[in-house]
Structure formats: C-alpha cells, structure tokens
C-alpha cells in the first residue's frame, strides 16, 4: 500500500483510508459486530492504516467497534474521530443540535479516548462548524488537548475557507474532510486551493458518491427507511436517472483500464493532489478489495483529461443534503 502524507503535518497514512460509519449507522441495520471487526484488521492486513469514525456514528457505537478492532494493532494505525454535536434525541446526523464549546469537546475527548481504547486521538475532527463559538475557540480547546498529549493533529470538516483560515491561525489544521468526488466537485473552486496554499491535506468522504458511482444503485433501487439516502434529494429515483451519465462515463474508462467504476473514481481522486485520502466505506471485504486496487491504478494525463471533458458535459441533478443538512456545510 502507498503511503501519503497528509499536508505540511508529516502526518503518513495509507493512500486509501477506511470510513467505518456505515458499519455501525445510516447505512440500514447494523451490520454484525464480528464481521466488522474481521473486516477492519483485514484492511490493516492489506496495508490500509487510516480509519475515520465519529461518536456521533451509533453514537458511540462505531468509536467502540474501532477500539476493539484495532487494539491489538494500535501502534500501526492513525484513527480520526470527531466532536461538534449533542448526542442526544434520535442519534441522526442533524438532528441533534451542533456544540462546539470548549468544555464540551474536552469531555468529548474524554469519552472518545475511553470507547477507542487509546491514550491519543490522532486526528481530532470538528464534524460541523458551529457558528455559536467562535472557531478561535475551538482550535484553542484542541490545541489544549494537543498540549495535553490526548489529540495529535487537529481536523476540520465541510469548513468554509474563511473559519479554515482562522483556525488554522490558532492551531495548524492537519486536515479538511469534506465530500469531494466526481459527483461533487465544489471544492475544486476555493477550498482546494486554499489548503495547498496552507498545506493541509483533504480527506473526501463519500468519494464514491455514497454508493452511486460504483454502479451498484440506480433508478429502481428501493433504498429502506433506515437507509439515510432515502432522505437525499440526489437518490430520488428522477435524479438517479438524470445522473447515471456520471456511470456511464466511468463504465467506458473502466473497460478501457481492466478496472471497475467505483477504482476510476478513486483513482481520480487520488491523481488530484498527492496529499488527497479518500475514505470510502464498506461493510464487504471484496469491495474493500476492490477499493484498494484503485491505488495502484494509473490515469494518464490522456485519460484524466477525457474524464475532464465528458464530467464536463454532465450537469448533476438533486441537492447532495436536505435543506437543513446542508445549511451546517460551508460555514
């Protein structure tokens, strides 16, 4: 496994990182405990040493699920988590109401620490900005734990250039994890060029399109009730059909490379800038096969500029979130 080094921070992870939220959450029911835990060493196994989670994934459920996992290996992972929101009512994302007070993230690191079984957060994320406190405050709270020994490097994430600046001027920011993929391209505008500029490194989540761009949903997909795309503006069964261009493009690269869809889209990612880690997530050991066989594939500047031209072309239909989900992103 390549390894990448995640801006100016020296932090080293696995090219292709693991988000485990869809183990435990959002994703349907959640799926069994031993085989999750079989799944996460086997990517350690593979060389995969980056593991994103938040507590508010179960909440707590899926920080518990890594500490297990991954104590037998901890000196040869980097696990990311997150703070940034009450944990109580439903458990959603969203539905619990942003917090991002100082006390409040120190106890959140506190119980993190105890459910990862750890005595350092490597990367400490703020999950969603929250206007309500000021973001010198937040990066003041971390530094702290920093100085404490109890967080290694500090993260943002869906942060707008602007708070990335000033908390950045508090703290130095390891990483901005943001959704960033062929189907969603708007930090390629300011986002991405600001943390050259800075040197901090871009985690994309979803970069898979939350499913999408590997071609294994569509129009007719019937997504349950515990599945949180059902409340997606971009899974409606119209914007899917408007939208399988998006696979359809990568359908013809990948006949061309040997290579699935979902390995061109990783691969681009990954050809965007050497300090880019996409963490796809799966709950399937072929597929996390799959994924990681994208880091060895090579996209010409012939092909990157074909998928360029024909992206191009294809304008994506549906809102990525809900209103309101939405809203808590480029702040």
Same mark, same amino acid.
């Given at each position: ?7 100016? *921070? ?20 959640? &799926?069994?405990? &031993? ?26 459920? =899926?920080?518990?699920? #890594? ?35 100082? /006390? ?18 490597? $990367? +400490? ?5 929250? !206007? ?11 530094? /702290? ?10 993260? $943002? *994430?869906? *942060? ?13 920011? !390891?990483? $901005? ?23 901090? %490194? ?9 499913? +999408?761009? !590997?071609?294994?949903?569509?129009? =007719? ?6 599945? +949180?795309? *059902?409340?997606?503006?971009? +899974?409606?069964? @119209? ?6 261009? #998006? ?8 006949? &061309?490379?040997?290579? !699935?869809?979902?390995?061109?889209? $990783? ?5 965007? &800038? ?14 996390? @096969? @799959? ?26 239909? %549906? ?13």
């Amino acid at each position: 496994m390549q390894k990448r080094t995640l801006g100016k *921070s020296h932090l080293e992870v696995s090219a292709l990182g693991l988000g485990c939220m869809g183990m435990s959450f959002s994703y349907g029911a959640p &799926k069994d405990k &031993k085989e999750m835990i079989a799944l996460i060493r086997a990517a350690v196994d593979r060389g995969i040493t980056f593991f994103d989670t938040a507590e508010v994934y179960g909440p707590y459920t =899926n920080e518990e699920l #890594l500490g297990e996992a991954l104590a037998p290996v901890r000196e040869r992972v980097v696990i990311a988590t997150k703070f940034g929101f009450n944990t109580d009512g439903d458990g959603k994302p969203g539905a619990q109401s942003l917090n991002s007070r100082p /006390e409040h993230i120190k106890q959140v690191a506190d119980a993190s620490l105890q459910r990862l079984r750890t005595d350092a957060i490597d $990367l +400490f994320y703020q999950h969603r900005v929250d !206007t309500e406190v000021p973001i010198e405050d937040v990066a003041g709270a971390v530094k /702290e734990l920093i100085q404490a020994g109890k967080v290694r490097h500090f993260g $943002l *994430s869906e *942060s707008g250039v602007e708070t990335i600046r000033r908390a950045h001027a508090v703290q130095a920011v !390891t990483a $901005l994890q943001s959704e960033y993929s062929l189907w969603w391209r708007k930090p390629e505008a300011e986002v991405i060029p600001a943390l050259e500029e800075l040197g901090i %490194g871009l985690v994309p989540y979803s970069p898979l399109g939350k499913g +999408f761009l !590997t071609g294994k949903i569509d129009e =007719n997909t019937k997504l349950g009730s515990n599945d +949180f795309r *059902s409340t997606l503006p971009r +899974f409606t069964p @119209e914007a899917m059909k408007a939208n399988w261009a #998006l696979v359809e493009l990568l359908n013809a690269m990948a006949k &061309k490379k040997n290579a !699935t869809p979902a390995q061109i889209a $990783l691969a681009w990612l990954l050809a965007q &800038k050497p300090w880019i880690v996409p963490i796809p997530g799966t709950t399937k050991l072929p597929r996390l @096969e @799959e994924n990681i066989g994208a880091v060895a594939l090579e996209l010409t500047a012939h092909d990157l500029s074909e998928i360029r031209d024909a992206a191009s072309k294809i304008t994506v239909q %549906g809102a990525r979130y809900p209103e309101r989900l939405e809203a808590m992103t480029g702040r």
